[in-house]
Every structure is written in structure tokens, then in C-alpha cells.
């Protein structure tokens, strides 16, 4: 049986992963902007099967790791580095200079092979599997839960991205807001990263 602290444990960690910027939200946001939220359904699709992969992969390379002290030890190191270097990225991040209305129409290979680039994404999941994968009964089943758990959020968290689109991209892209709420956004990756951090010595 899973813990609830488990449960709301992965939920933080994945909430502030999905309200900070990051390619898979940004992108989405940006197309349906442009291109309308209908023309996100096949880059959402590419997105979500991606995922999926992508955190299996890792749930497999946290269980082999798991009885080696030390190899456990530089996976975890890993995803704080990527979450800390994202989160310098995004404190420096100006979308209103983006020039959007060259972005053309993406679908789901765009989606799918996005994830696997992601420095983000592959940090948060890092993060959450060497954190918690114990704590949800390890294995193939706490994997399972974990994914469930997780892309379902995620999935929900694009398309709002998504339909929202237009009224967050004028929000985002005003530089008035963006020159002070982007480095919020990334101060508050860079506490995530020494709190997990913390979390790991």
C-alpha cells in the first residue's frame, strides 16, 4: 500500500515542475497561441508517449542502480545538477524576445523525440524515481504507480497550457512582467534543487 505522504510528496515535486516553464509547456503554450489548441492534440500525443518512455527508461536505470550505494548516489547528483542548471536558464529567460511567428506547425514526432532533449524533464524524473520509487514499493509495480501518477498530471498540465494558450502567451510575453517573473520562476527551481539536494546527503 502507498503511502499518502508518498502521494503528496510526488505531487509537489511534479506541481513546481509544471508551473515553472520548460519546453514541453512553453512549446505548447506557444503553438496554441499561433496555431490554435486543436492543432496541439498530435504534439501533446508525441509529448505524453515520450514521457511515458522516457520515465520507464529511468525507473529501470533507478532499480538496477538501487543496491549500489554509490551509483544511486551519482543518479541523484545528476538530477539536482540538470534541475540547477535549468533553473539558471529560466531566471534568464526573456519570451517576449522570441520571434514566434516562425515556429511552423509541430506534430507528434516533435512531441515524442522533444522529451528525450529535455534537460528539465530528465532532471525532475531523476529527482522524483530516486527520491521515491522506494517509498511507492520500488520495482516494477512502484514504477507503474509513480508513471500513472505522474503523466496523468502532466498530460492534464499541457493541455491547460494549451487551451489557455493565447491569454498566457500575452501574459508571458509582456516584458514588463517577464524581465521580473522568469527569475522568480527560476529562484524557486533553485530552492527545489537544494531542498531535494539536502534531501540527498
Known sequence: ????????????????????????NMTALIHAGLHGVRANIPLVAGMASGFILLQSFVAVMVNSVNESEFFAFILHWIGVLFIILFALAIFQFRPDKFERNKIPKLGYKTGFLMQWVNGKEWGFVILYMTLLLDDFGG??????????????????AIFM????????????????????????????LGILAIFVALQGV
Open 1 to 24: 500500500m502507498v503511502e499518502v505522504t508518498a502521494v503528496i510528496s510526488l505531487i509537489g515535486i511534479v506541481a513546481i515542475g509544471l508551473v515553472t516553464p520548460g519546453p514541453n
Open 139 to 156: 520495482g516494477i509495480i512502484g514504477a507503474m504507480w509513480i508513471i500513472s501518477i505522474v503523466s496523468t498530471l502532466c498530460i492534464l
Open 161 to 188: 497550457w494549451s487551451v489557455f494558450g493565447t491569454k498566457l502567451e500575452q501574459f508571458m510575453t509582456n516584458p514588463n512582467i517577464s524581465a521580473r517573473l522568469f527569475p522568480i520562476l527560476g529562484g524557486l
